[in-house]
């Protein structure tokens, strides 16, 4: 109950429950304070672990990670340390077309989305340094800025961003 309290939101499709008594408990709960929104809950009655079917241990797995693989070629480091959180940008592998530059465009924009959604599935706070893959080009830097900002935007917590230096770090 407290969980779908402090996390729910309208923007969520589906809530999936492998228990019957906490299918019950959380319809019962949103019937009294949003009862439209009760026909979202689901009871997993797959064969399968519900963890195991939504991909969720392995999810657990990258959280636990320090290497972050992006979708087409790249990588992000995440490195904790007392003082401050480093996150890294790497194009690994990744060739794409183009010359160099559009290369690490290509790869900063992929890199946005997932450093934000890292930072909210590790709960990341504090001073947060990210070191994106060079770009001489303003235009670029800026597009990866606002990407950044978009997908930080949803979180809940206070945020404040400075803008990319000309070493490409936010």
């Known amino acids: 109950t407290r969980a779908i309290r402090d996390a729910f939101t309208d923007d969520i499709r589906r ?10 408990k959380i319809r019962e709960f949103l ?6 929104h ?8 797959g064969n399968e672990p519900l963890f195991y079917h939504y991909g969720v241990e392995q999810e657990i797995e990258k959280m636990n990670s320090r290497t972050v693989s992006l979708p087409r ?6 490195e904790q340390t007392e003082a401050l959180v480093a ?3 790497n194009s690994g ?3 794409g077309r183009g010359d160099a530059e559009e290369t690490a465009f290509q790869i900063n924009m992929a890199a946005a989305p997932e450093i934000a959604r890292q930072i909210r ?8 340094v990210i070191d994106f ?3 001489e080009d303003p235009d670029h830097r800026a597009q990866v800025e606002k990407a950044l900002w978009e997908a930080l935007k949803p979180d809940r917590s206070r945020l404040r961003m400075l803008k990319m230096s000309p070493f490409c770090i936010v």
């Open 15 to 24: 809530i999936v429950v492998d228990s019957a008594e906490a299918y019950e």
């Open 31 to 36: 019937r009294a304070v949003m009862p439209h």
């Open 38 to 45: 009760v026909r979202k809950v689901k009871l997993h009655e």
């Open 73 to 78: 070629g790249g990588s992000i480091v995440l």
């Open 87 to 89: 996150i890294d940008v």
């Open 93 to 95: 592998r990744y060739r």
């Open 121 to 128: 599935l590790r709960d990341l706070g504090g001073v947060l």
């Open 133 to 135: 893959i060079d770009m």
